[in-house]
């Protein structure tokens, strides 16, 4: 993501994804993802008079998954500090870092297994934290110049054969190549991605998946015989739809990011954060149960009242900017203390389900920054995050931690 200047053209190269992942992910190339779920039970409306408002149902974290030497530390950073800062649901991003039983040739390097994950899920049963796997099934399939294992592996997934990262690798900004994608409309993609989401469903204990789906540049493109020519919308609205009604046959929910989403022409939003590819009328065409993390480092744009008007629930998620994170705070606290003044009101209210933080730092650091035991790029990150959940529990005294 890059943000604008006031000519709307993008601002050098601040922070976008693939600077995160490069701060702390090298070593692990891991690709961007992320998310979890809300149920009926948490959408409690808000009674006019009640402090209901300030009580958010789902207070998320996005971690990336933890290195192996770093399992225990993970276990015990879920275990202590989480429930203490308030968070109730932890978004763990594996990607392909996990050793599947269903497609063990997808396991990337220093993969997972499936002990270390239900440890991690332990961990969160212990701490009152719901665990929801994150691994991205649409772009982000390649990391700089390296391909990720699922278009490594089954190379005719690849939308875009092509079209390949430059060597050597360079960021071309916002319109040259980026990502990967997958094609969501091969034939045999689903019988290889279904089985992974299967399985981390299950060794999480989760009744929600993470499925990525920002940044999606390639998409539609002309190299794929499927897709070439037609309507990203549609084939973004396919196959978000298509996972999101195999999540729901087991009771899961489907969060994704809102990048794609959003007109990024309009809205002066751009090409990362929001949509430059007329993928964005997409959001008339999927099913409104699908839950929106609606990511915003660099500001706090009133774009969580946009998805909250067209019917789903949302998350404003911020990064490494404390005030960044408040503000969004402060907009959702806003809009659900709005709930209170009619009962038409309540509609719109609910809708803001809460904050999700994020970190796509390699998990060790964030954690040792956030402990305050190394200085190092997480230190910030770990700072803002510190600094929203502080002010979330500073809105709901009285309730036990993890509550
Ligand atoms: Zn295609």
């Known amino acids: 993501m890059k943000p604008a200047n006031g000519d709307g053209q993008p601002v050098g190269p601040v922070i976008n994804r693939r600077d995160f992942l490069a701060l702390g992910g090298a070593a692990l190339s891991l690709a961007a993802a992320g998310g979890l779920p809300a149920k009926a039970e948490e959408t409690k409306p808000v009674s006019p008079g009640q402090p209901g408002w300030k009580e958010l149902p789902v207070r998320a974290f996005l971690l990336s998954a933890p290195e192996t030497k770093d399992v225990a530390l993970a276990c015990q950073f879920i275990r202590e500090a989480l429930p203490k800062e308030g968070v109730n649901t932890l978004v763990?991003?594996?990607?392909?870092?996990?050793?599947?039983?269903?497609?063990p040739e997808l396991a990337d390097f220093d993969a997972l297994s499936r002990d270390d994950l239900r440890q991690i899920s332990e961990a969160c049963k212990a701490g009152g934290i719901k665990l929801i796997p994150c691994t991205n099934l649409f772009a982000h399939q390649s990391e700089q110049e390296k391909i990720l294992p699922l278009l490594a592996k089954y190379p005719q997934f690849d939308e875009s054969p092509e079209y390949n990262p430059p060597h050597p690798w360079v960021n071309g900004g916002a319109f040259d190549f980026y990502t990967k994608s997958v094609c969501p409309q091969h034939p045999d993609l689903y019988k290889v991605i279904l089985p992974l989401v299967d399985e981390l469903m299950e060794a999480c204990e989760a009744d929600a998946f993470h499925a990525g789906f920002d940044e999606v540049w390639v998409i539609g493109h002309p190299q794929c015989p499927r897709c070439g020519g037609k309507d990203p919308a549609e084939l973004f609205a396919r196959h978000a739809t298509r996972l999101r009604d195999h999540l729901a046959e087991k009771n899961g929910r489907l969060w994704i990011w809102s990048d794609r989403l959003l007109d990024g022409k309009t809205s002066n939003l751009l090409a990362w954060q929001a949509s430059m590819n007329n993928t964005w009328r997409a959001i008339d065409l999927i099913p409104q149960d699908i839950l929106i993390c609606d990511w915003k480092y660099e500001d706090a744009p009133p774009t969580p009242a946009y998805f909250a008007i067209k019917g789903f629930?949302?998350?404003?998620?911020?990064?490494?900017?404390?005030?960044?994170?408040?503000?969004?705070?402060e907009m959702v606290y806003l809009i659900r203390q709005n709930g209170g003044r009619a009962d038409f009101s309540k509609t719109l209210a609910a809708r803001m389900q809460g904050m999700f933080a994020t970190s796509w730092l390699d998990a060790g650091k964030f954690i040792r920054a956030y402990y305050g035991t190394e200085e190092n790029e997480g230190t910030k990150n770990a700072g803002a995050f510190k600094a929203l959940f502080a002010e979330i529990r500073r809105n709901r005294p009285g309730k036990s931690a993890g509550a």
């Open 92 to 103: 763990l991003r594996i990607e392909y870092r996990y050793q599947f039983k269903s497609h």
């Open 313 to 329: 629930d949302v998350l404003a998620s911020p990064c490494d900017k404390a005030d960044v994170a408040l503000a969004q705070l």
